[in-house]
């Protein structure tokens, strides 16, 4: 079974940064891009970031570009975000997410982990 961890969470105040880890498990995934979504109460699934296997494509959303950094390490199977500059409007629980596609669609992805909350204050 393919599992798919998330850690790294916490309260931070604005202007600090976070690092997010995705741990994946129980597959192999070299033909698989990897994306982070978030997700606020009341809101829905918004895409943050991807990036293939191989890391030879990267797609930011616009929010947060300059500010986020997606970077994989595949020898331990991990991806991870980079959060700087942080903002309350960041504040949401963070999804890990992989699939054979590289997309910024939610639908598209085959697997998600159980997501980890980042909460910044101001």
């Known amino acids: 079974q393919v599992q798919l961890v998330e850690s790294?969470?916490?309260?931070?105040?604005a202007g600090g940064s976070l690092r997010l880890s995705c741990a994946?498990?129980?597959?192999?995934f070299s033909s698989y891009a990897m994306g982070w979504f978030r997700q606020a109460p009341?809101?829905?699934r918004e895409?943050?970031?991807a990036i293939t296997w191989s890391g030879g494509s990267i797609v930011y959303a616009e929010s947060v570009k300059g500010r986020f950094t997606i970077s994989r390490e595949n020898v331990k199977n991990t991806v991870y975000l980079q959060m700087n500059s942080l903002?309350?409007?960041?504040?949401?629980?963070?999804?890990?997410a992989a699939g054979?596609?590289?997309s910024v669609t939610p639908s598209l992805y085959d697997y998600w982990g159980q997501g980890t909350?980042?909460?910044v204050s101001s």
């Open 87 to 96: 903002k309350p409007e960041d504040t949401a629980v963070y999804y890990c």
């Open 24 to 28: 994946a498990s129980g597959g192999t």
């Open 42 to 44: 009341g809101k829905e």
């Open 8 to 13: 790294g969470g916490g309260l931070v105040q």
């Open 100 to 102: 054979g596609p590289f």
């Open 47 to 49: 895409f943050v970031a």
């Open 117 to 119: 909350q980042v909460t």
